[in-house]
């Protein structure tokens, strides 16, 4: 099946999903992070033509260069050098990631280990850039979507949130019923994690046409996370219903959940879903400003009133990224929609193009279905690998796992778990040799190999263990060889000395 999208509204509708982000993230961020109903119908700022900066956009921007100057081939590793050098904040997640990565840990351990918060907001906020860029082919963007979330989100709920938003949100752009790019967006995480199950509670509450207010409360008497301590406590009227506290950094069931609330409840009005979004409370500028991309995407330029463009103009304000270091980012809407489109091309030509073309010609979306939309029989993300990171070589995909954290502690054995898969068309034996610190020992044994027909996987165990860890970083590398090949693939281990560290985990 190829679907075939008109080059000019495929366009209207990335125009749209950064006019609504930019609008919906505006609105919603004098009201960030208060646990209250709110009541309003427009922007409450004086504006002055311009748009307040948000991180839920301009982090956007950074993975737009990225593309960019990297092509599409980008992988976890890679997004995470951007970070290190280009993301400033040092705060919650974002914070906590980057002290991750500076001490030598890849993701998704880098966005897992000592982070409270890899269950909150940081990771969703961004997914749009992945599902512009692969518009109708959910899969695609749920794959970068992954590879980006587990940054700072590690096997948190965080990273579900945002893969759910890629997939729905790239779906949008070949159907329009909200309910079935529900479902796709659903199809791509766990079922039984918090946000899936906030989703189906507010489909649930909506399908008995139960009050907005009361299916708000709903979700956050099962999903709420804590109200940060920076800002005003719950109002009155939420502490007398129970709603006062909650689980520190436990954010993103609860958000989802209300940006799925305000769509349905929204009815296909733009204002009126980008206000819903705030009303609800909570973290308003990330869920306005996603459920106003999503509308977007879905419904195109025509169906935002111009009376929400003119007051913040067309300009893009950054707040979280290094724009010393990055003065080449888009600064409007428009160039920005100019340069998703060009990355697009990008990603077509790699991925081969078959699924999905972009035409001057009409509109084609005969074959589309919400069942072709959905993961493939061979989709393995959130599957496997949120216990440590993947590494894809040339013919073979190495998968490590490291239980429950990263650490080893001076003489307490730690297990890590290799799986390795084949993707020649050939089988092999393959030699496994490992390099360790001084004083190291691995069991039951340095060395040793393995036979992978064509297409087959296995996984192995090895034990590590030190009389005394002395490094706070330790590094070791697993050798994996070919006989007869030149082929050598290098897969690097990284264990923190736990020794003294009491891990916020899980």
């Known amino acids: 099946m190829q679907l075939s999208l008109n ?36 922007y409450t700022q004086d504006l002055h033509g311009e748009p307040v900066p948000n991180d839920d956009l301009d982090l956007q921007l950074l993975w737009l260069l990225a593309l960019e100057q990297k092509g599409p081939n980008l992988n976890t590793r890679i997004l995470a050098d951007y970070w290190c050098l280009h993301v400033t904040p040092h705060w919650a997640e974002y914070g906590t990631a980057k002290a991750n990565l500076r001490a030598g840990l890849l993701p998704p351990m880098s966005g897992t280990l000592n982070n409270v918060y890899r269950h909150s907001c940081g990771a969703y906020i961004r997914s749009e850039i992945w599902a512009c860029i692969a518009p109708g082919l959910p899969e695609v963007a749920a794959a970068y979507a992954y590879e980006d979330g587990i940054i700072d989100h590690g096997n948190g709920e965080g990273t579900y949130g945002e893969v759910f938003f890629a997939a729905l949100e790239s779906a949008a752009f070949v ?7 529900i479902s796709i967006g659903l199809a791509y995480i766990p079922a039984d994690c918090a946000v899936a199950k906030a989703i189906r509670l507010v489909e649930a509450a909506f399908d008995k046409n139960q009050p907005w207010r009361d299916t708000r409360d709903e979700v956050l008497r099962a999903y709420r996370g804590e109200v940060p301590v920076w ?4 109002s009155p009227d939420d502490v007398a219903k129970g709603l006062g506290d909650g689980q520190l950094g436990f954010d993103v069931p609860a958000n989802v959940a209300l940006t799925v609330l305000a769509l349905l409840y929204g009815a296909n009005d733009f204002g009126k ?8 409370g909570e973290d308003t500028d990330c869920t306005a400003a996603t459920a106003g991309s999503i509308y977007g995407i879905i419904h195109g330029t025509a169906a935002i009133p111009q009376k929400w463009i ?24 428009d160039d920005l929609t100019d340069r998703t489109v060009a990355v697009m091309d990008k990603v077509l030509a790699h991925i081969g193009g078959n699924r999905l073309a972009i035409t001057d010609r009409p509109t084609d979306l005969s074959g589309v279905s919400v069942e072709n939309l959905k993961p493939s029989r061979g989709f393995r993300l959130l599957k496997e690998g949120l216990n440590g990171p993947i590494f894809h070589f040339d013919f073979y995909t190495v998968v490590l ?9 001076s003489g307490v054995p730690k297990e890590i778990r290799v799986l390795v898969r084949s993707r020649h068309i050939t089988q092999a034996n393959l030699s496994l040799r490992w390099y360790l610190p001084t004083g190291w020992r691995a069991s039951p044994s340095e060395q040793g190999a ?6 087959t996987e296995q996984e192995i165990s090895v034990t590590l263990s030190a009389d005394r860890i002395t490094e706070t970083s330790n590094r070791a590398v697993l050798e994996i060889t070919i006989a007869g090949l030149p082929t050598v693939m290098l897969v690097p281990i990284m264990l923190v000395n736990g020794d003294h560290m009491t891990a916020l985990y899980p």
């Open 401 to 409: 796992n490291y239980g429950q954290a990263p650490l080893i502690r």
């Open 175 to 181: 159907l329009s019923d909200l309910r079935a790019l």
């Open 231 to 234: 800002h005003q406590p719950a």
């Open 7 to 42: 080059r000019s509204e495929y366009r209207d509708k990335v125009l749209a999903c950064w006019l609504g982000k930019n609008i919906g993230g505006t609105v919603g961020m004098p009201f960030e992070w208060k646990r209250q109903i709110n009541n309003i119908e427009f």
């Open 450 to 455: 393995i036979f992978l027909f064509p297409g």
């Open 273 to 280: 879903t980008v206000c819903l979004a705030v009303n609800c």
């Open 310 to 333: 003119t007051p913040i103009g067309r300009s893009i304000k950054t707040v979280v990224v290094n724009v010393g270091d990055l003065w080449m980012i888009p600064r409007t809407v």
